[in-house]
């Protein structure tokens, strides 16, 4: 591990402060995540600004009736949480099918949004990656490529984004809070926080500029419906997705559906969620249109149709 | 003492201790933390400096240079090791590449340098400092590819018994399938780990290895020293499966950079290098083709394997259980071995039967679907007392049929529907799979050496280790009761390379030959002590903590009053006994699975192993082994896969998120049934043992209660949804 420097900080804007004073800053929260990257020299960022205690860690109802959830509330506390268990099932059981207990229990709502790809060539420093090494190609196109995705990606990157909880943000509409270098506050909608690779090096990420600090998720009026995730994998426990579903299926058949495991951030549409009376395929042929998979990951599109048709007998049949 | 003739009546069989279900002597300090393993030595050896091991980028090829000087420069750093300055090194007779490469690079991650330093994160930070330019070359990494090319090697002849080609030709049935079966990954939880220190030209290693023997083989040739000149600990291990079996990487690198350094180095493997950088089960493919009678009979089986490794490595010889298995008058096994330039292939749990059952009992299973039959029912009508290769072999013990049978009442097997999907619960299909099991029960040569002190107290010593299997429970037990006295009498002292050498932790032979070796010390320390006290031959016996003779009760440390007796014996095996019976244990695995309708998520819900493995000596540390190796079979058939990229020659997924083992939420209600048995022609203490006994057929009979769940069947392990998923009944 490089050496690197490490500082607390007290509030929100005491975080963007300091961050900003130096270079190349990053913050810390769970650490779930940085500090393998760390250990690993694949992040090697030279000062850490530590944000636990900064606040940002409870779930408030807002003025029109949804959530506000802080970005350093643990991911065990949000899906436990009775709003959440309540009116948003669905990010409850997302949630708790990603990572295990113990993850979830030191892991946070913002450091869950800012995962990093578990692409193995992300992670091999001897492999050519982008994401890592700018410049240096993709080694995954072409390569071992079961786990990537199937749409969305370019000639830069094909990795696959991991979150689970973030598929449910998608089906959920949430927003993003964030904290900008001049202390002000914008709101990014979720389904925008997440770049797509593009033709552009470097290979972008997130929508955040360096130095800025998400606050908080907020989470609309609850809307009811039967709500699904199925995440399939090749285990029962502590793997990522192949092809996760997030699912709001409402009585008359309407509903929002995000997909993960399948592009490099939750894949959903308007146009996917209007096909949904007509059934599983109506949603992934809209949705899936313009895949590229590999040989590899093929699989993945007949995954998603059928993982979603188990949904819908599921949400049927509860 | 020998080994010739079938141990007669003796002081085991009277099972006071032996063969109950005692905790393990060494839990405590396990479950403490007490109980170090080679990289927590902190106290052996003052000043130990870290070892960060930097490994090739390339799977073949040449290095060209090195460029060391920013490291050199980084913050604490003491020296570096690479080729330049190793001195010259050696091979032994396990290991074939070797743990330090340059100018030539063998496999990808082979060691190019190691990197010593004050601290781990210095010399990490270091190691990233090392710049290498390599000189690629051309290799072949891809089993399917090469197999063309694939030659007999002579130390694997064919197996032809009969006449094969016509019999299987005029069989009235036909089985003739391809099954693959992957390169897996040891992944035992402790990475391999050592500290090293010289003291002039001696050499001392903390380490982790399951056969020291072997290690003490294989490391000086390495270095190119003395044997006597070296000594090595290894008393805890925290899993090895083959993976440390002899001295690796970690323990070469170790010396050398010690050496180099000037100082003890202390040296582990980091997980995502030691998938590339030690070894791996090596991938097969297997055909296999069984012709039967209408009755289910066999008329003829063959069994075709190809593999591959690095020129004169080990060979995944997965024919090894074929000629013992099931009857049938015409045979042929054969396998063939190409050439491949991935990391080294080696041991792994149960080489050869593993692999080969995978094949094997998915092949039974395929025959009596044509047969029309029950899959338990094929498997016992080609049952056999036999050696079906020699009819004048009989098995020492083979209880096959009884495990089907118990296996069959207590899983519930009737209750499995004989037609393929036909069971279903909501949108999940559940089947019911059975495989049989069969493992060699081999012995070799082994010793300990005995002690009793005025107390009472007897202490064992003996080079055997424990891999987390129970041996320091099972040897504790067998003094005890050779010497009529509880448990807490017993000190067990492992895993010292000065100690007398016993055969280690490998091959499943452990149990059975250091127990032997204990018996025979034992046996020795009885005589001993009858001789200096004068008590008439014939007419000792140890019993309650008492030497018992002519109406007379002497308490047992008496006997060591004037100081303690010490002897050793050593056990030696000889051919007689393999020669006369077929020594095997057998087994049966029953399997339950739901397979999800539509998206072809697999779930075992039950599974139950039942062995015929001689005597049990310890129900519960047997029964662990066997639920570890029965969970490694479910890794086996459903998610354990080195991924190749063929471009760079490599296996991509090498950690445990990539490589993905079996965890809790896969492993439901497991059970193991032991059928009583002793087999008195593999050791006194008439015991066989089950380590990889309980692996072998636990894929296969997952495999087959996936077929049963939904009428498709996979040949390509492991078994994953995108191999069969589209080939699911349509869902509504």
């Known amino acids: ?107 946070t709502t913002a450091g869950n949004l800012m995962q990093r790809t578990r692409c193995p060539y992300f992670y091999d420093k001897n492999l050519p990656c982008n994401k890592r090494d700018p410049g240096t190609g993709c080694a995954a196109a072409g390569g071992y490529s079961r786990g990537h995705s199937v749409i969305g990606v370019s000639g830069n990157c094909v990795c696959a984004y991991p979150s689970d909880m973030t598929v449910a943000l998608h089906a959920l509409d949430a927003t993003v809070e964030i904290m900008q270098l001049d202390r002000t506050t914008r709101t990014l909608p979720v389904r925008d926080f997440h770049l797509l690779p593009g033709d552009d090096l470097p290979v972008g990420e997130f929508a955040l500029k360096p130095g800025e600090l998400i606050t908080a998720v907020v989470l609309p009026k609850p809307v009811g419906g039967k709500q699904l995730y199925h995440k399939v994998r090749d285990r029962a426990s502590y793997a990522f997705a192949l092809v996760s579903v997030a699912a709001i299926i409402q009585p008359d058949g309407t509903g929002h559906v995000a997909f993960g495991g399948v592009a490099p951030k939750p894949w959903r549409s ?31 599109l007949t995954l998603a149709t059928r993982t979603l048709g188990a949904v819908l007998i599921d949400a049927k049949a509860s | ?170 069989a009235p049935v036909k089985l003739d399938a391809v099954y693959t079966t992957p390169d897996q990954s040891h992944m035992a939880m402790e990475p391999h780990a050592t500290i090293a220190a010289w003291d002039g030209d001696r050499l001392n290693l903390w380490t982790s290895v399951q056969a020291l023997d072997w290690a003490m083989r294989d490391l000086p040739k390495i270095l190119k020293m003395p044997r006597d000149k070296v000594h090595m600990s290894s008393p805890y291990i925290g899993g090895g499966f083959g993976g440390k079996i002899s001295s690796m990487s970690d323990a070469a690198l170790a010396a050398l950079a010690a050496r180099v350094a000037g100082c003890p180095v202390k040296l582990a493997l980091t997980r995502t290098l030691l998938v590339n950088n030690t070894v791996h089960r090596p991938a097969t493919i297997q055909r296999v083709r069984i012709g039967a009678a209408r009755d289910g009979k066999i008329l003829a089986i063959g069994h075709e394997n190809w593999t591959g490794n690095l020129p004169d490595a080990f060979v995944e010889q997965s024919t090894v259980p074929t000629p013992s298995l099931y009857a049938g008058a015409n045979r042929l096994a054969t396998t063939r071995v190409a050439v491949l330039d991935l990391p080294e292939g080696s041991s792994m749990r149960a080489p050869g039967e593993a692999p080969g059952m995978m094949a094997i009992e998915i092949a039974m299973d395929e025959l009596a679907e044509l047969l029309g039959m029950d899959p338990i029912q094929v498997r016992l009508v080609n049952d056999t007392q036999v050696d079906p290769s020699d009819p004048n072999h009989p098995f020492s013990t083979r209880q096959l049929a009884e495990c089907l049978h118990v296996g069959s009442e207590r899983f519930g097997w009737s209750k499995r529907a004989a037609k393929p999907g036909a069971r279903r619960e909501g949108q999940w299909l559940i089947g019911m799979g059975v495989a049989s ?294 869902v509504a």
Not at chain 1, 281 to 294: G, H
Not at chain 2, 14 to 39: C, F, I, N, Q, S
Not at chain 2, 453 to 475: C, R, S
């Open chain 2, 1 to 170: 003492m020998k080994f010739q003739t079938p141990a007669g009546k003796n002081p085991i069989d009277r099972m006071k201790v032996v063969g109950k279900p005692h905790d393990r002597v060494e839990g405590p300090l396990k479950v403490t933390g007490a109980a170090p393993y080679a990289y927590e030595r902190h106290s052996v050896i003052a000043n130990q400096a870290y070892g960060e091991v930097v490994g090739a980028a390339i799977a073949k090829g040449r290095i060209i240079s090195i460029d060391l000087a920013e490291a050199r420069r980084a913050a604490g750093v003491i020296a570096i090791l690479t080729a330049e300055n190793a001195g010259g090194i050696g091979r032994g007779d396990f290991i074939f590449a070797s743990p330090l490469a340059g100018p030539l690079v063998e496999h990808y991650h082979q060691a190019v340098a190691v990197v010593v330093a004050e601290s781990l994160e210095q010399a990490r930070a270091a190691a990233a400092l090392v710049r290498v330019d390599y000189d690629r070359a051309d290799g072949v990494y891809d089993l399917s590819s090469a197999k063309a090319g694939a030659t007999k090697r002579a130390s694997v002849p064919d197996a032809a018994i009969g006449d094969f080609a016509t019999a299987f030709a005029t």
């Open chain 1, 1 to 107: 591990m490089k050496p690197f420097s490490y500082e607390r900080a007290t509030s929100p804007a005491d975080a963007v402060t300091r961050a900003a004073a130096k270079p190349g800053a990053r913050f810390i929260a769970g650490g779930t995540n940085l500090l393998d990257l760390m250990k690993l020299e694949i992040s090697t960022p030279a000062h850490l600004v530590d944000v636990n205690g900064i606040g940002l860690d409870t779930i408030e109802k807002t003025a029109d009736g949804g959530l506000r959830v802080g970005a350093l509330v643990r991911n065990t506390d949000l899906a436990s949480h009775a709003a959440v268990t309540k009116g948003y099932p669905l990010l409850s059981k997302a949630i708790v099918a990603g990572a295990s207990g113990q993850l979830r229990n030191k892991a």
């Open chain 1, 270 to 300: 308007d146009a996917a969620d209007a096909a949904l009376p007509r059934g599983a395929k109506a949603v992934t042929d809209t949705l899936f249109a313009d895949a590229t998979p590999t040989d590899q990951n093929q699989f993945k």
């Open chain 2, 437 to 730: 099991a069969i493992r060699g029960a081999r012995t070799r040569t082994s010793a300990a050496r005995a002690r009793l002190d005025a107390k009472g107290i007897v202490t064992i010593e003996t080079d055997m280790t424990d891999i987390g299997t129970g041996a320091y429970t099972i040897l504790a037990q067998t003094a005890a009761e050779m010497m009529g006295i509880g448990l807490d009498d017993v000190v067990v002292k492992l895993g010292e390379s000065d100690y007398p050498v016993s055969v280690g932790s490998i091959g499943q032979r452990g149990a059975a030959s250091a127990s032997g070796a204990v018996f025979a010390a034992c046996t020795k320390l009885r005589q001993t002590i009858a001789q200096q006290l004068s008590l008439p031959e014939g007419d000792v016996d140890f019993v309650d903590g008492h030497i018992v003779s002519g109406g007379r009760r002497i308490p047992l440390g008496k006997a060591a009053a004037a100081g303690e007796i010490v002897v050793e014996d050593v056990l030696e095996f000889g051919p007689e006994m393999p020669k006369k019976y077929a020594q095997q244990a057998f087994g049966a695995h029953f399997v339950e699975v739901a397979v999800h309708a539509s998206t072809g998520e697999i779930r075992v819900r039950r599974m139950l192993a039942v062995c015929a493995a001689g005597r049990i000596l310890n129900p519960k540390t047997a029964r662990s082994q066997v639920i570890g190796a029965m969970t490694m079979g479910v890794g086996a058939a459903l998610s354990e896969e080195l991924a190749i990229d063929t471009r760079f020659g490599y296996f991509v997924n090498h950690d445990l998120a990539g490589y993905e083992v079996a965890v809790h939420a896969d492993i439901p209600h497991q059970e193991v049934i032991f059928i009583d048995e002793v087999d008195p022609t593999i050791t006194p203490t008439k015991a066989k043992g089950v380590g990889e006994l309980g692996l072998v057929g636990v894929a296969a009979a997952v495999a087959n209660a996936i077929y049963n769940a939904t009428g498709v069947r996979v040949r390509d392990y492991p078994i994953r949804l995108d191999k069969f998923m589209d080939r699911l009944p349509a």
